[in-house]
């Protein structure tokens, strides 16, 4: 089993642990706001090699690679004005730009699948403390094995890979619970490649421009994350529900009760209160609770589609998405 080191204990520790461990391109799980991350050298290609290894992901979907901040970002890559407002705007934040990556930057193709732009991202906490000392990107997906749900414990990222980890980096419960929204400038379009964390109303309200849905279907992958089943816990999932078939789990929303809940072997809610943000931060946590007591199927009651609404349906239209 992974070392499951606190950092909120002994952040110097940890850290120091955690460069060493880069330093041998040995991969590294660590917590960012938005979902744990499986952290790799993005320079190395051994190190990245095993990050696609390790999560059985394909290795024509790119990976994020994480910076200390804009000046080091902008190193590696080139930032079109529009971008640079983006970035200036929302990081460090659960916000990921795809930009053309400079010819001498020695982030290694295998990280960005040959392409030649790259996703980059700014994280908050311990992340950006770690990114500082280490000064090189880390190429980090999702701690999970590739289809999987996303991880918001460190618990989750040891069970899931068990003795092929070395470390695990807990910074507790990722606050967000969503992965990143991924953008892309093209011309003076802002694409929205992946709805995530960062609310897209929130981003036409503070730049003062729409951002574009990517409807695109069947074009080349512009964000492979968008692959139609991901996000997969063990148990089928049912949308849009209105009752609850008896051993069935029920994940509802808004503290209204559903028909059936009496039979159901488990009722969760993810925001009593209507609250998006609470919703998403609890929504992987709780399919993972679902199979954890051997669920049949996850029944999900309707989520508004605003605000955050929008990432949530997203991520669940994909687990309940036929298996491929
Ligand atoms: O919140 C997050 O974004 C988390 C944390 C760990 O930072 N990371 C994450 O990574 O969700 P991952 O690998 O699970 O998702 C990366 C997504 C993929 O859909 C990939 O296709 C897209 O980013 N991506 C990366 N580089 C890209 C590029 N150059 N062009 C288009 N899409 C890119
Ligand atoms: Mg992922």
Redo the contacts with the bound molecule.
Sequence with gaps: MADIVDTRTDAETALARAVETLGRGVPVAIP?E????LAADATNPQAITRIYEMKGRPRF????C?MADLAMAERHAVFDPLSRRLAEAFWPG?L?L?VPVRPESPIHPLA??G?D???I?V?TGIASRLLAAFDRPLA????NTSGRI?PTTARHVADDFGDRLELVLDGGAAKVGL??T?L?VEGETIRL??P??LDAAEIERVIGRPVTRNDKAGAT??????LASHYAPDAPVRLDASDVKPGEVLIRFGGKALPGEAEAALVLDLSPAGDLAEAATNLFGYMKKADAVGARSIAFSPIPATGLGEAINDRLQRAAAPRG
């Design positions: 960012t938005t979902v744990y991350g979907n790119p990976l994020i994480h659960p990921t795809v960005r699948a392409l732009t790259v996703g991202r994280p980090a997906p999702s701690a996303s992965e990143s991924i892309k490649l992946r995530g964390g992958i512009v964000a492979p994350g968008m």
